[in-house]
């Protein structure tokens, strides 16, 4: 079973400030996936990372996969309150397509 | 609308109670999962099913065993409720070779 370390683990902010959250393994990953989930409910995906070095922007949130494919991070630009939510990555299934997800970073944005 | 859908959102049982979580999903997904979250430590898998009747262990599956007769519904069952198994418990699916996992809404399973 791979690693998938986040950090930081918990993340409390003011408002309007930005933010980096990452994702670091020691495997090499064909896809990395991020999903934010919000209190009482599922996650819902964010972005899928798939090229090494690829960035993708989802308004504020700026996604990076690393060159070699082992690590991502994700940028918040002037965090808002609806940001606030516990970020996770899960790299694909692999073979057997089973998804492990990391233990998440759970960020707060205070008004 | 994709959906996954889990049969209940809080359930509180007893101890020694066996108790069924059931998940339906409307994708026709090959994969779907089950996962367990706790505070600190994550969405941890119990159990995976790549198809009908089909099934593998995850990272936790003491305690636990799953049913998969039908494509579309996964079912979680805890043989013998314990205090430890108080859990969010969320349902997800995948098509085969995918990479983007749709979530159910979770059960929030108390046992007493």
């Known amino acids: 079973t791979q690693l998938l370390e986040q950090s930081p683990q918990f993340l409390s902010i003011q408002e309007g400030e930005n933010l980096t959250v990452y994702c670091n393994s020691s495997s090499v990953f064909s896809s990395l996936q991020w999903y934010r989930q919000e209190p009482g409910e599922g996650p819902v995906l964010l972005v899928t990372?798939?090229?090494?070095?690829e960035v993708k922007k989802l308004k504020r949130l700026t996604f990076q996969f690393g060159d070699a494919r082992k690590d991502s991070s994700l940028h918040i630009t002037a965090a808002q309150p609806g940001d606030t939510g516990l970020y996770l990555c899960a790299p694909d299934g692999g073979r057997d397509d089973k998804i492990i997800f990391g233990k998440g970073t759970r960020l707060h944005i205070l008004p | 609308d994709v959906k996954v859908t889990q049969s209940s959102r809080y359930l509180v049982k007893r101890t020694g109670e066996k108790v069924f979580l059931e998940c339906v999903q409307d994708m026709d997904h090959e994969n779907m999962f089950w996962y367990r979250q706790d505070p600190g430590l994550g969405l941890r898998l119990i159990y995976f099913?790549?198809?009908?009747?089909?099934?593998e262990k995850g990272d936790i599956p003491e305690g636990y065993s799953v049913s998969r007769e039908k494509k579309e519904r996964f079912s979680l069952i805890l043989e013998s409720a314990s205090t430890n198994q108080t859990s969010m418990y969320l349902c997800?699916?995948?098509?085969?070779?995918?990479?983007?996992?749709?979530f159910g809404q979770g059960t929030r399973l108390t046992v007493v």
């Open positions: 099913s790549y198809d009908v009747k089909m099934k």
């Open positions: 990372v798939v090229t090494g070095g």
């Open positions: 997800a699916s995948t098509p085969a070779g995918g990479t983007e996992a749709f």
